[in-house]
């Protein structure tokens, strides 16, 4: 069968601590056609993390210098860091017909939903019920420093404040709603009328 529409874009923001990375692994079980955008950054790895896996860990100068030769389709600074997302692999992921997976900050969803790729994408922005429970999940989690903690804290305040710019919100409390809530978003994003190739569909219609 001839295909009659593209991969999809599925943004999810929201801050740190707040179950992305875990309410993502549950999104894997239920899709196969995915790819996770592995982003570059100059923040040093976590205790457990892999470069390649989980980031492309660079230095800063690496990093301008990719701005400069133009590989990033957005970038931003991020609690002092740089994070951004290369545009190659992210083309090709989409003409696969895959479900192109972003874990980015606010900035960087503004961006995308400016750019030459703004009709494949969903986005989709992930809180805890509240901010005290923020402050548990990333105590619990340990991976930081109580600086670092700290910084996330004061940053997550400032994004809430961009909730309204996300097509979809999920308060996770309870982990298996949440997942499912995840599931039936990234679902339907792979079903949004501007992926079809309208034409090809009428036409196979008309003798
Ligand atoms: P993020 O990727 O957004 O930074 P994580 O997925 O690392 O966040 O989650 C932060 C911490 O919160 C982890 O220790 C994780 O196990 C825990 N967590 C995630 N979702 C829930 C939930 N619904 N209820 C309780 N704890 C959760
Ligand atoms: P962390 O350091 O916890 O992995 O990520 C910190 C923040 O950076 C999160 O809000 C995450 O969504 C964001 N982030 C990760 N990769 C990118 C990226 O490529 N671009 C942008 N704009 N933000 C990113």
Redesign the pocket.
Known sequence: MVHLNSGAILI?S????????????ELYKQIDKYYFSISTTTREPRVGEQNGVDYIFVSKDEFEQGIENGDFLEYASVHGNYYGTSKKPILNAIEENKLVIF?IDVQGQEIVKKSQLKDFVTSVF?T?PSLD?LK???N????DSSEVIEKRINNSQIEIKSIDKYDYIII????EL?SSQLISIAKSAMLKTSLFLKDDIINSWIN
């Open positions: 999810l929201g801050p740190s601590g707040c179950g992305k990375s875990t309410l993502l692994k874990d992930i805890t429970i548990q999940r990333l619990s989690r340990a991976t996770n409390d309870n982990l949440a």
